[in-house]
């Protein structure tokens, strides 16, 4: 078979080359008429939906009774031809279609409501509305970018969506209330502005309208039937009245060039083929315009129809599909005929060396010293080609450079291999994927990969993820999700053969396997899909959206989460009456004592109904002791109070605190009449602190009184202590060192009034510590500054090394005494 050379398709325009590249023939039925339809392909090579045009300047052919009653519908076809699915239409008449970058399908109705399909062959779709305006003027047009689209309103009015996944319709700008012949926008991340331009063909001149102003460009050879913009936003073209395409800066200052298209008829279509040049179409005739106003024509048996990429144009019609671009510059320095580059050069060699001709050598040592860019040219341009067998000849030029060179990294090699068994792969008719390199660079292998599973072609994204050693748990999760919806075996066949599939592999979900059964009823499906998820937290949400309560519950105290447990115990207390509640919590005490420990917190209603059902008198009892402690009115707190002792009274287990409670009441009537006498201040103490209190204020009697039959003597002469040395009542304390005896001793005496600064008083406590040694007293009346009485204590006790020690440190005053003691010593 001969093989086609690659200039066969070359078209040069001025400088530069053109080629149009057959995919593939036989693509649509021959039935179906084009030009009576809307048609929409998706960037990168991807699906072309198809939907009938009804507006009201298109001629509907006349429908027999078999077509009478079918309901319009959405056909979605890959390039080959291949019906991928059908989507049915029940709204107003479809006025647009677009594609998102993901593949997601955009369908603008007349009446302004729109939806956004998600998945390419489920008929999954999010409605939204562009507002009440659109709904009572109708949508007239919509021009996409890959984000979002501008609608044209019957009132003259543009709406913009900037977001598929949070759709919010913003009106821009308004426009001269005029006729718009054509339109066009340049996308947010092309402008200037960073939002949405409108390019408005208006009269003679062209608006730009923004979100917010509309400015006229001053141009005044309109009306311009047609305006396009560059993918790369940098150029517009512009068809006018007489015929002529206007290629201007998107600023409109400079007029790039012009061609005179000598065709009376106006073209259905003007599209961007690249940033470089411009496709004028007709119904059978396409005409590209290259950048210096050259022109090459095109002529179909059939309607075309014109499909732009971010690198090309596909051209299809019922018989064939084909892609139109711009010649790649490693191409043209390749097979260029008279080309004496080197990757030329090398390509002649492989090809001398397949004649086994001694050439081969000496195109080598021609180009031997720029062999690395040969080998590097012939790799990147074996990626730009769509015949296998150029892409082998190709390899094969570069693997024989890099056999020749000592030094040489097969990195970019081994990629472009991979590359185009990739490429190769997804370009098969039965796949329909005519990607370029370009557009496969753009798109990525793992959304490639996407669109294979939204396909279904899960093989070949198996083999391709494997190759690429790229995760494939999302097409076994993609195919079980479909097995789920569309197998008709049973339940427990379906479970066990996608469990066998995929048990054991890593990153695979079940949850959103579940999810699909779930959503196709199949209940128990989805429960025993479930329980092959490993992670509960996982499968809570879905169980209890399948109102599996205790089995989620259950799940989530297993997996030791006290969130996830929480979660699903507040979700079952909104939906079950509190006795049911109770009941579930009864026999799994992990939920109930979170239950409790959340509830103490925020909602102690509840801990009493749980502890009244439960019979716990001792909790309801410390329940109601806490309410009590947090309540600043005395009558709630004392008639809490009464109810925990209540509650508790029959217990003998609980005889000291039902003692305790009454005592706390006590206390709270002593305090609220303490409050009345002395004033505020008493409710809430403690009984020592509300002794103290009351010492300080001059009650020690009524101190006294209360302390009787409720605290020791031992800790009511430490609160004595203390409050009156805090008062400064010296004569009262005074008063108290002239008793016998103390419960305390005498030393704490000594220390409270020595810290308070008073050391005429804390002098008076040391000979009352008789239990301490004489050391211990002499360091006390030194504390107090009483050396003298030190001295005599010393004396007293014959302890000699002590005075002299205490001579060293006396005054004048002190110190006649201190060597009268010495001196006496050392007489005996």
Known sequence: MDIPKPTANWEKLGSRFYRKIPLYTAVFD??????????????????????????????????????????PTIDIYSCAGALLTRLPWDRSRVCALGWSDSEQLVVVGEDGGCRVYDGLLGGDFSPFSLGAEAEEHGVLSARFWSGGFVALLGSGRLVSVASYSEPRPKVLASAPNETVHSW?????????????????????SI?????????DRGLDAGPFRHVAVSPNGRLVALYTDDGKVWVVSSDFQNRLSEYDSKVKSVPKDLQWCGNDAVALAWEDEVHLIGPNGEASKYYYDGWVAVLPDIDGLRL??????????????????TFRLGSTSPASILLDAVDQLEKKSPKADDNIQIIRQNLDEAVDTCIRAAGHEYNIYWQKQLLKAASFGKS??????????????????????????????PISLDQYLRLTPERLIQRLINRQEYLLALKISDYLQLPTDRIYVHWACQKVRASSDTEEMICRTIVQRLKGRRGISFEEIAHAAFDEGRTRLATDLLNCEPRAGKQVPLLLNMKEDIIALDKAIQSGDTDLVLFVLS???????????????NSRPLATALVESNAWKQEQSLLKDMFYQDDRRLDSANLLLSEALDTQETPKRLDKLKMASKLLADSRENTFTVKALDETSKLLREQESLDKDFGPGFIGLSLNATLYKLIRLGGLKRATKLSSSTVSDRIFWWIKLRALVAKRDWTEVEELSKQKKSPIGWEPFYNEVLAAGNLRLAGLFVPKCTVLTVKERVDMWIKCNMLGKAAEEAGKAKDL?????????????????????ISTLQKK
């Open 801 to 821: 090394s002590t005075l002299l020690e205490l001579r060293t440190t006396a005054t004048d005053r002190d110190l006649r005494e201190v060597e009268r003691w």
């Open 184 to 204: 066009a926008l340049i996308a947010p991340a092309d402008s200037l502005s960073r939002s949405v331009e409108v390019l408005l063909a208006v009269g003679k």
């Open 207 to 215: 608006y730009v309208v923004d979100s917010s102003e509309c400015e």
């Open 571 to 585: 979700s079952l207390k909104k939906k079950l009456p509190l006795a049911s509640f109770f009941r579930i919590l």
């Open 30 to 71: 021959p039935d179906l008429e084009l030009a009576n339809y809307l048609i929409a392909a998706a960037p990168c090579a991807g699906a072309i939906a198809v939907v009938r045009d009804t507006s009201e300047n298109r001629l509907t052919p006349l429908r027999t009774a078999a077509t009478a009653n079918t309901k």
């Open 404 to 433: 020749v060179l000592d030094f040489y990294s097969s990195d970019d090699f081994v990629d472009m291999t991979e590359t185009l068994r990739v490429l190769n792969g997804v370009r098969f008719y039965k796949i329909g994927l």
């Open 316 to 333: 299809v019609t019922n018989d064939v599909c084909e892609f139109l671009q711009r010649v790649p510059d490693v191409t043209l320095e």
